[in-house]
């Protein structure tokens, strides 16, 4: 098939990724690209992905990320705003002029004019996958008028979890979990007695760095801290202050690429994953059980989805800082073995590309109802 994916704008897709959807749009550029497909990915400028076709998108520099820490939230618009609603706006337009070029536009960018500007292809299906929960109160409304005035709209998100959250606003059409090239990720059978724990995410108050640093110094741990400064202030103001004070047993790494993270993660006692937000998946987790190292997870968004309590980690209700502390030492009895195995199992990369290459096919045929589509 001939596929036009679209990027989020906010980031460059090249590694070290800005996030899980970064890196999934990738993955699955590859991925689609390997087994025949023709894909070309809409991307910003600077975008790298070995072995795809990239048309760049010129993007000025106030297009940044959003801040989603919030549950449900309003953000002002800004010049940033309006930039990025007129770059989706020229850019399906471009492909609303070339759509005989495709047989498909699976858009993955979370911004407003992404889905607005959507609607203007007609002629090929337009199939859009939610990376994140419902936490936009203007995308939720965008996508309830969408659902009401029967646009043929279709949706697609990353876990159960995700989609239930949207559930007041638009039913979910597909539920296809991120998957992961197993063959490039070390897997480490043992590790040492006193290995460290660690923590792999971007520095947002959402994803727990504050809840990581507490239980591991409560379970008398060394902690590492891998992942981005997405949020400058937070990182000044919370962080930083913290890892001067504990540098002795908490280090922050910076911002890695996959391979060695991935390396990283091989060589951890335990993954600590305390998220202070409904998690829409989790690739961190999923990379750290990939390599054979458990994770111990706050209860919230999909963990229960990706994580076998007390096989491959350990799953704590939300806050429960002492609780997951008292559990670390209960990391070493979890074999590493079962871990992969489960990764393995559930979330590969060609169960995702075949679930992929299956909505492609029934949307490109026309073939099958909106209830009828769900997975």
Known sequence: MRIALVAPLVSTIAQPYLGGA????????QGLNQLGHDVTLFARAGSYVPGVRIEEIAVPEQVQPANFSAPVQERPTDAGFFAQANLFLTLFLRLRQRQHEFDLIHAHAFDWPSFAS?????DIPVLHTL??????????????????QGHPLT????????ARTYEA???????????????????????????????????????GVEDAIEIALLAHRRLLIAGNIYDQQYYAT?????LQREKERVSYLGHLTHADLWQLMSKAAGLLFPIAWDEPFGLVPVEAMATGTPVIAFRRGAMEEIIVHGETGFLVEPGECAHAAALVG???????????AHVEQHFSLAAMLSAHERVYHHKNG??????????
């Open 22 to 29: 970064q890196a999934l749009v990738a993955t699955l550029a």
């Open 118 to 122: 959507s609607t203007l292809i007609t």
């Open 131 to 148: 990376h994140l929960p419902a936490v936009s109160s203007e995308i939720n409304d965008l996508l309830h008028v969408l659902h009401q």
């Open 155 to 162: 949706l697609a998100t990353v876990s159960h979890a995700c």
């Open 169 to 207: 606003a638009t039913p979910i059409d597909y539920v296809i979990y991120n998957g992961l090239d197993l063959r490039a990720i070390p897997f480490n059978a043992q590790v040492a007695h006193d290995a460290p724990l660690l923590f792999a995410g971007r520095l947002t108050p959402e994803k």
């Open 238 to 242: 919370r962080i930083e202050p913290l």
């Open 330 to 340: 209960d990391l070493a009895n979890l074999p590493r073995a079962h871990c992969r």
């Open 366 to 375: 026309h073939s099958l109802s909106r209830t009828d589509q769900r997975s």
